[in-house]
């Protein structure tokens, strides 16, 4: 899997309910850490459309992890957003732990999540070296927090194209839809052009069954050559 910017693999990584202050190429499956899940809190089960940094060619895109071949893809222009994130590099699979620390930072902070949290991954596990990987863990923001930890980086997600699909159940099962999404991408004449993003739309510790997870996976894309 390979795009201009590298190839990306996914993680697994569940929302954090907001707190209130006034490659067909094959795929290397990550496993899930689980341990990331007791870094959730216990809120309510929380959907972000987000209306104000997207905009759908195609309303009600979901699909089911039980048949990822058939998800449902379409695509949409996705808006310039800001967010906050820590820069990690090394085992994606150790990307839980970076989230745990993420969302503490957070909490000391008066950085104020605006949506979903997610995942950018730059880098092949196929291709680069394990220690080289690179990634990010992220929370949108509406703003630039102003008193945040010198750890905490703030960037924006570029303006962009972008394939997507929304699919529901477990996050662990999401690296079964991506096949689906390069082989669309290839019938279109696209070619991926960006890190690849998941967002984590509902709050695991908040639903009764893991089919009630929904993950939206975009992949940024230009014509290819």
Same mark, same amino acid.
């Given at each position: 899997?390979?795009?201009?910017?590298? *190839?990306? $693999?996914?993680?697994? =990584?569940?929302?954090?309910?907001?707190?209130?202050?006034? %490659?067909?190429? /094959?795929?290397?499956?990550? /496993?899930? !850490?689980?341990? &990331?899940?007791?870094? !959730?809190?216990?809120?309510?089960?929380? *959907?972000?459309?987000?209306?104000?940094?997207?905009?759908?060619?195609?309303?009600? =895109? $979901?699909?089911?992890?039980?048949?990822?071949? &058939?998800?449902?893809?379409?695509?949409?222009?996705?808006?310039?957003?800001?967010?906050?994130? /820590?820069?990690?590099?090394?085992?994606?699979?150790? /990307? #839980?732990? &970076?989230?745990?620390?993420?969302?503490?930072? !957070?909490?000391?902070?008066?950085?104020?999540p605006s949506g979903a949290p997610f995942t950018l991954f730059f880098d092949d596990p196929g291709e680069v070296p394990v220690q080289e990987l690179r990634a990010r863990v992220c929370i949108p923001v509406g703003r630039r927090p102003v008193d945040a930890p010198p750890a905490l980086g703030f960037d924006t997600l570029p303006r962009a194209m972008v394939l997507y699909t929304r699919v529901? #159940?477990?996050?662990?099962?999401?690296?079964?839809?991506?096949?689906?999404?390069?082989?669309?991408?290839?019938?279109?004449?696209?070619?991926? &052009?960006?890190?690849? %993003?998941?967002?984590?739309?509902?709050?695991?510790?908040? !639903?009764?069954?893991?089919?009630? $997870?929904?993950?939206?996976?975009?992949?940024?894309?230009?014509?290819? %050559?």
């Amino acid at each position: 899997m390979s795009s201009t910017n590298g *190839g990306i $693999l996914p993680m697994q =990584i569940p929302m954090k309910n907001p707190r209130k202050r006034s %490659r067909p190429p /094959l795929l290397l499956c990550i /496993l899930f !850490v689980s341990s &990331a899940c007791a870094a !959730v809190g216990t809120g309510r089960a929380v *959907g972000v459309r987000e209306a104000s940094a997207e905009i759908p060619t195609t309303p009600d =895109i $979901l699909g089911s992890l039980d048949a990822p071949d &058939a998800a449902p893809t379409s695509w949409k222009e996705r808006l310039a957003a800001s967010y906050v994130y /820590l820069e990690e590099r090394g085992d994606y699979r150790d /990307l #839980g732990d &970076a989230m745990r620390r993420l969302l503490n930072l !957070v909490e000391v902070s008066d950085v104020e999540p605006s949506g979903a949290p997610f995942t950018l991954f730059f880098d092949d596990p196929g291709e680069v070296p394990v220690q080289e990987l690179r990634a990010r863990v992220c929370i949108p923001v509406g703003r630039r927090p102003v008193d945040a930890p010198p750890a905490l980086g703030f960037d924006t997600l570029p303006r962009a194209m972008v394939l997507y699909t929304r699919v529901r #159940g477990s996050y662990a099962d999401v690296p079964r839809v991506y096949p689906t999404l390069f082989r669309a991408l290839q019938e279109r004449g696209w070619a991926a &052009a960006g890190p690849i %993003r998941e967002s984590y739309l509902v709050n695991p510790s908040s !639903v009764a069954s893991v089919e009630e $997870l929904i993950t939206e996976v975009q992949i940024p894309w230009t014509p290819a %050559r």
